[in-house]
């Protein structure tokens, strides 16, 4: 019988961010349980790298999305790297935009969990400077994205629809 040494030895690998080219807020009206963090910021690096931020989470990963990059994007496939979000393991996402509403469907996969998780919401392109952006907090950024987010939590009102109807 071969011993095999599961152990991994701490190594570290140096893994270029690239440089922000696309900025979406993110407002989910359906999430995971152990993430429950309405608003986020996902960042778009020109490398296939992201950086995802909210009021409890900050952490890097790949993506692969079927649009060019100079387009929005409709469907991406999101790679964590290991954080101490994900318990220093990965998670993978798979986003699907819809451009008319500006509504997503995300599935969530984590390792040894044989069921996805669902989540949905909606999402809008940030217009900020891009310069500091990778340095920045959530608390600054939240504050330069306030009007975004402040229109996406009211597409997400479940009284909007009230709000529209035409009653006597």
């Given at each position: 019988?071969?011993?095999r040494?599961?152990?991994?030895?701490?190594?570290?690998?140096?893994?270029?961010l690239?440089?922000?080219?696309?900025v979406?807020?993110?407002?989910?009206?359906?999430m995971?349980g152990?993430?429950?963090?309405?608003?986020?910021?996902?960042?778009?690096l020109?490398n296939?790298a992201?950086?995802?931020?909210?009021p409890?989470?900050?952490?890097?990963g790949?993506y692969?999305?079927?649009?060019d990059?100079?387009?929005?994007p409709?469907?991406?496939?999101?790679?964590s790297?290991p954080?101490?979000?994900?318990?220093?393991?990965v998670?993978s996402?798979?986003?699907?935009?819809?451009?008319?509403?500006?509504?997503f469907?995300?599935?969530?996969?984590?390792?040894g969990?044989?069921?996805?998780?669902?989540q949905?919401?909606y999402?809008q392109?940030?217009?900020?400077p891009l310069t500091?952006?990778?340095?920045?907090?959530?608390?600054e950024l939240?504050?330069?994205?306030?009007p975004?987010?402040?229109?996406l939590?009211?597409?997400?009102?479940?009284?909007?629809?009230?709000?529209?109807?035409d009653?006597?």
């Amino acid at each position: 019988m071969i011993e095999r040494d599961h152990s991994s030895p701490r190594r570290a690998l140096e893994v270029p961010l690239g440089a922000p080219v696309f900025v979406q807020a993110l407002r989910y009206t359906a999430m995971y349980g152990a993430k429950p963090f309405p608003e986020a910021l996902l960042i778009y690096l020109d490398n296939g790298a992201y950086k995802i931020l909210s009021p409890g989470e900050e952490h890097y990963g790949s993506y692969v999305s079927a649009t060019d990059p100079a387009a929005p994007p409709r469907h991406v496939a999101f790679l964590s790297w290991p954080s101490e979000d994900w318990g220093r393991n990965v998670a993978s996402h798979t986003l699907t935009f819809d451009q008319d509403t500006g509504a997503f469907v995300q599935s969530l996969v984590l390792p040894g969990d044989a069921v996805p998780r669902a989540q949905h919401g909606y999402a809008q392109s940030v217009d900020i400077p891009l310069t500091g952006l990778m340095d920045a907090t959530w608390d600054e950024l939240r504050a330069a994205c306030a009007p975004v987010f402040d229109r996406l939590q009211a597409q997400t009102d479940p009284r909007r629809d009230e709000r529209s109807l035409d009653l006597p």
